[in-house]
Structure formats: C-alpha cells, structure tokens
T-cell receptor, first 112, second 112 residues
Framework: SQQGEEDPQALSIQEGENATMNCSYK?????LQWYRQNSGRGLVHLIL?????REKHSGRLRVTLDTSKKSSSLLITASRAADTASYFC????????????FGAGTILRVKS | DGGITQSPKYLFRKEGQNVTLSCEQN?????MYWYRQDPGQGLRLIYY???????QKGDIAEGYSVSREKKESFPLTVTSAQKNPTAFYLC???????????FGAGTRLSVL
C-alpha cells in the first residue's frame, strides 16, 4: 500500500494548548497537503506545502516538511474547541498521476 | 453557491441489489474522484476521471462502476459484486495542477 501513516492516532488537549500531528509517507512527492474532516462530513483543504519548501504558515497552522525523512508535521497553535476534527495528510506523489494518497488520520479532541 | 453535491446522504442496500450514488459539481473542474472511507481509516481511491468520457480504476475498483457522460456529473454504482459495501463514500473534484481537491459531504451506505 502506498498509504502514509499518521501519529498519533488520537490526541486530546485542553483549549489554548498547541496540537502537533505527524505524517510519514513512502515515495517522492510533488507536494503534501493537510485536510480536516468534521465528524460525518467531507474533507476540507487546509494547507499545501511543496516538495522544495520546508515550512509554511497559514493563520494558526504551521506545516513543516522533511523530504529526507519523508515526514511532515502539522502544528495548530492556541487550539479551540471548534478545532475538534480528524486531520489527514495527503501526498501528491511524483509520477502517480494527479491522485492523492491519504494517511489514516489523527483524531483531535479539544476540550473546553 | 459553488460546490460538490452528493446524494443521498444515507443509502441502504439490499442483498444482490445495485445502488447508485450521485455526485454533481458546479465548479467547472475537469477531474473528479470517488473515495471510500472505513472507520478509523483514511480514504481509498475507487475510481477517478480526468476528463469527460474517460475514467480509470483506483486502488479498490472491484465491485464498483462509474460513468462520466457530463463534466458536472460522476455517478458511482455499487454493484452486487461488492460484498462489503458498508462505508462512507466521498466524491471530490480537482481544481488545478496542484491537485487540491474539493469534497462533497458524503454518502453513508449501509446493508439491510
């Protein structure tokens, strides 16, 4: 399977704390993306980082990418109860033809 | 209001029955995708279409069929050959070469 892995599988934090989730993948990539899924809903794109970038910010989100280790991390700062959701990394793998490979996801619960 | 519309939200299949899940988009995107999501897992690609009248199998196409007669529509049929169809099905479309995907709200399929 080309599917990547994410850890932790589940994360529970208090409102105001930072949440960090990690993603590992197996092949060379064009870019890596993070998506959010609220329970029982579709996925929403959060942020994209290209293979030649090492860090990217968007609001309270910070993404890092280490292509030598084939890994990425998503940091959500000053978390809110509304951040409670599942978070998935997805890789646009080189030579895989406009398809995304999704990780298994991290379930984040932010307690108020 | 642009987006992807999936219907129905819930669907029940009887033994030996074929059922069709609808996916319509008004985003003018060329490429569309169908994914299956099982509990605690990431998304797995069933079929995708890069252009009208053309589609390719994904990683788990057995027991499914699709058509792409119009740019706006990409219906998925779950056939009786799919022995374990209970899952959450997500349709998506791709905006551009970065492969950012936009998702519908999903259809939850159960077996009676």
């Amino acid at each position: 399977s080309q599917q990547g892995e994410e850890d932790p599988q589940a994360l529970s934090i208090q409102e105001g704390e930072n949440a960090t989730m990690n993603c590992s993948y197996k092949t060379s990539i064009n870019n890596l993306q993070w998506y959010r899924q609220n329970s029982g809903r579709g996925l929403v794109h959060l942020i994209l980082i290209r293979s030649n970038e090492r860090e990217k910010h968007s609001g309270r989100l910070r993404v890092t990418l280490d292509t030598s280790k084939k890994s990425s991390s998503l940091l959500i700062t000053a978390s809110r109860a509304a951040d409670t959701a599942s978070y998935f990394c997805a890789t646009d793998a080189y030579g895989y033809g406009n398809k995304l490979v999704f990780g298994a996801g991290t379930i984040l619960r932010v307690k108020s | 209001d642009g987006g992807i519309t999936q219907s129905p939200k819930y669907l029940f299949r009887k033994e030996g029955q074929n059922v069709t899940l609808s996916c319509e988009q008004n985003l003018n995107h060329d490429a569309m995708y169908w994914y299956r999501q099982d509990p605690g897992q990431g998304l797995r690609l069933i079929y995708y279409s890069q252009i009208v009248n053309d589609f390719q199998k994904g990683d788990i196409a057995e027991g499914y069929s699709v058509s792409r007669e119009k740019k706006e529509s990409f219906p998925l049929t779950v056939t009786s050959a799919q022995k374990n169809p209970t899952a959450f099905y997500l349709c998506a479309s791709r905006r551009d070469a970065k492969n950012i995907q936009y998702f519908g709200a999903g259809t939850r399929l159960s077996v009676l």
